[in-house]
C-alpha cells in the first residue's frame, strides 16, 4: 500500500499546481479518481467533485472528504526526494505535501477500505489565496452532510474552527512635488499612511481578536514628494462581531488620518472568512477521535485562528473537522512528511470510513 501511496504522490507534486494554476492537475486528478472507481468532473469553477459508491454496506449516510489543489509558491518544478522513510523537496521549493499528501491519503484509503459509505471529494482550487474556491463550489452537487477535510499538518490535532476575517486594502493618494523646489505644493503620500497606521491598533488585542498592517508600498524616487501609497492590513477574531467592529474601527482611523494629512484615502474592507465552530462532540470530530486512536495517536479537538475550507463547509451547514495529514513546516523549503505518517493517516481514514459505514 505504500510503495502504490508514496509513487502516487511524488507523481503528484511532479505537477505543478501552484494557486490560480491547477488545470493540468486538475485532469490528472479526473483519471487518478477514474482509477478508484469513482466518477469525476469539475464544476464551473474547476473544482473537482467525485463521488464514489458504498462498499460493503448498505443504506449508510454519505460521508464528504475534502482536500485542496493549490499549492503555495515556491511550488514549480518540485523534485521529490525520498530519503530514510522522509520525502522532502530538493530545497528549492516547497514539497506540496500540503495538501498533496491528503489527496493521496484520500486515495489510498478509497482504495483499501473495505467497508465504506458512499464518499464525496471535493478538490478545491485556490484554497491558499483566500478560500476561492470552495466559496464557488457547486454546492448542489454534494449531499453528504459531514466529513472530513483533509488538511491540517499534525495528527494529534482536529481543528474544530476558525476566525473570522477581514482583509483591508488601502490606497492613499496625495499630491506629487519636487522635494527640494517645492515640497509645499505637495501631500506625502507616504506620512499620511504612516500616520494613519501609526494610529491603529495592532498585534493581539485580545485573547481572540489580532490585527495587523503586513504590506507596504509606495513612491517612485528620493527626490520626490509621493502621491501614493498603499497598505494591506487585517483583523481577526473568533468572535465574528468582534472582528467586524474592529474592521470598522480601522476603517475609521485610516479615513481620519489620512484626510488629518490632506491625502486622499480609498479602503476597501473584504470578509474573507466568518468564523465557525463545531461543537467539540460533534460527529465528524468524535468519529475522527476515534478513528486517530485505533493507530496510537491521541488527538485534540483544537480551535485555530488561521483558516481552512472548512469555515466555508462549516458555515453552508457542512459539518466538517479538519484532520491530520502527517505533514511537517507547510508553506516553507523544509515542507517533509514521513511515510510511517501518511500510512497512519491512511489507516485512520480506513477505519473512519468503517465507522461511518456501521
Ligand atoms: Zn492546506
Redesign the pocket.
Known amino acids: 500500500m505504500s510503495d502504490r501511496m508514496v509513487q502516487q504522490f511524488m507523481e503528484m507534486v511532479r505537477i505543478d499546481s501552484e494557486s490560480g494554476n491547477e488545470a493540468r492537475f486538475m485532469q490528472y486528478l479526473l483519471g487518478a479518481v477514474a482509477e478508484v472507481g469513482g466518477t469525476a468532473s469539475l464544476d464551473g469553477y474547476g473544482n473537482l467533485i467525485a463521488t464514489f459508491p458504498a462498499r460493503g454496506c448498505e443504506g449508510a449516510e454519505p460521508v464528504l472528504l475534502s482536500c485542496?489543489a493549490d499549492t503555495v509558491k515556491p511550488g514549480v518544478g518540485i523534485e521529490p526526494v525520498l530519503e530514510d522513510g522522509v520525502i522532502r523537496s530538493k530545497g528549492n521549493t516547497i514539497l506540496g505535501a500540503?495538501?498533496k499528501a491528503g489527496i493521496a491519503e484520500v486515495l489510498e484509503a478509497l482504495r483499501s477500505a473495505e467497508v465504506r459509505p458512499p464518499v464525496e471529494l471535493a478538490v478545491s482550487r485556490q484554497?491558499?489565496v483566500g478560500l476561492l474556491g470552495v466559496k464557488e463550489l457547486d454546492f448542489s452537487r454534494l449531499t453528504a452532510r459531514r466529513g472530513f477535510l483533509m488538511?491540517n499538518d499534525t495528527l494529534d490535532t482536529i481543528v474544530v474552527g476558525g476566525p473570522s476575517y477581514f482583509a483591508v486594502d488601502v490606497r492613499v493618494t496625495g499630491r506629487a512635488a519636487h522635494a527640494g523646489m517645492e515640497p509645499e505644493k505637495g501631500v506625502n503620500a507616504i506620512q499620511a499612511a504612516a500616520r494613519a497606521i501609526a494610529a491603529l491598533r495592532l498585534g493581539r488585542l485580545d485573547h481572540e481578536t489580532t490585527a495587523n498592517v503586513g504590506v507596504i508600498e509606495g513612491g517612485v524616487i528620493r527626490n520626490g514628494v509621493p502621491a501614493s501609497c498603499s497598505f494591506l492590513a487585517e483583523c481577526r477574531s473568533s468572535d465574528h462581531d468582534k472582528a467586524a467592529s474592529l474592521a470598522e474601527e480601522m476603517t475609521r482611523t485610516i479615513r481620519a488620518e489620512v484626510e488629518a494629512s490632506g491625502a486622499k484615502v480609498e479602503i476597501e474592507v473584504d470578509e474573507k472568512c466568518r468564523a465557525v465552530r463545531i461543537p467539540e462532540d460533534a460527529w465528524a470530530v468524535r468519529v475522527a477521535t476515534q478513528a486517530l486512536a485505533t493507530v496510537g495517536v491521541d488527538a485534540k479537538a483544537v480551535f485555530i485562528t488561521g483558516f481552512t475550507d472548512a469555515s466555508i463547509y462549516n458555515n453552508r451547514g457542512i459539518e466538517m473537522a479538519v484532520v491530520g495529514i502527517g505533514a511537517q513546516n507547510e508553506h516553507s523549503t523544509e515542507e517533509r512528511i514521513a511515510v510511517a505518517d501518511m500510512e497512519k493517516a491512511v489507516r485512520a481514514l480506513v477505519e473512519a470510513l468503517r465507522i461511518a459505514a456501521a
Open positions: 485542496h500540503d495538501d484554497e491558499e488538511d
